[in-house]
């Protein structure tokens, strides 16, 4: 299984990004699939996660603000980020969880500008 993650890039204070991993090399559905991020010189954080039932989850940082969705026909899961601030900056990774294996996609990075 690839995870292939985009949408990152460079953004004001206030604006909003999209965030896209794209599930591939598999037929199967995720059990669950979610975004983490590592900012500077801090430790990876769980974001957000979907898991097949629905059921989402989010870091109280981001609830409010973020919303994680699923495209089933396209195996992909999409991340929307509104209102972002600068303590958002970072490197964005997918996640998910296919059977009993884990997978990690690239990582996306993230900037907002004060």
């Known amino acids: 299984v690839q995870l292939q993650a985009s949408g990152g890039g460079l953004v004001q204070a206030g604006g909003s990004l999209r965030l896209s991993c794209a599930a591939s090399g598999t037929n199967s559905r995720f059990n669950i699939m979610g975004w983490y991020r590592r900012a500077p010189g801090k430790e990876r954080e769980l974001v957000a996660r979907?898991?097949?039932?629905?059921?989402?989850s989010y870091a109280d940082s981001v609830k409010g603000r973020f919303t994680i969705s699923r495209d089933n026909a396209r195996n992909t899961v999409n991340l929307q980020m509104n209102n972002l601030k600068p303590e958002d900056t970072a490197v964005y990774y997918c996640?998910?969880?296919?059977?009993?294996?884990?997978?990690w996609g690239q990582g996306t990075l993230v900037t907002v500008s004060s």
């Open positions: 996640n998910a969880d296919f059977g009993l294996r884990n997978y």
């Open positions: 979907l898991r097949s039932s629905g059921t989402t």
